[in-house]
Nanobody, 126 residues
């Protein structure tokens, strides 16, 4: 069955870095756009980043542009989210998500992603 497993979250000080990993199984990663969403307590879920099938097309939430970088390694069935210069407002549970349809483009709508990982907590605090 389709599985997405996130790892790499944790506690980091403001200005620090973390790299999240999303390891996929049960489907051919190369055929799907993969994204990252996050949700902080009391806030709505928001799309953070997405990478298209080609690995060239990417999407970033405005507030993370220049700080976060998404990449994929289809041979390792893994998508990464490198997060630099982290801020307290980046604190949230981060979810790896898969587009519903093969070879579809990235979007920022959660309804377009039908598989979600269990989430990994990222806490940015001094």
């Amino acid at each position: 069955q389709v599985q997405l497993v996130e790892s790499g979250g944790g506690l980091v000080q403001p200005g620090g870095s973390l790299r999240l990993s999303c390891t996929a199984s049960g489907f051919t990663l190369a055929y799907y756009a993969i994204g990252w969403f996050r949700q902080a307590p009391g806030k709505e879920r928001e799309g953070v980043s997405c990478i298209g099938v080609s690995g060239v097309t990417t999407y970033y939430l405005e507030s993370v542009k220049g700080r976060f970088t998404i990449s994929r390694d289809n041979a390792k069935n893994t998508v990464y989210l490198q997060m630099n210069n982290l801020k307290p407002e980046d604190t949230a549970v981060y979810y790896c998500v898969r587009r519903s349809q093969e070879f579809s483009a990235c979007t920022g709508r959660s309804a377009d992603y039908n598989y979600w990982g269990q989430g990994t907590q990222v806490t940015v605090s001094s």
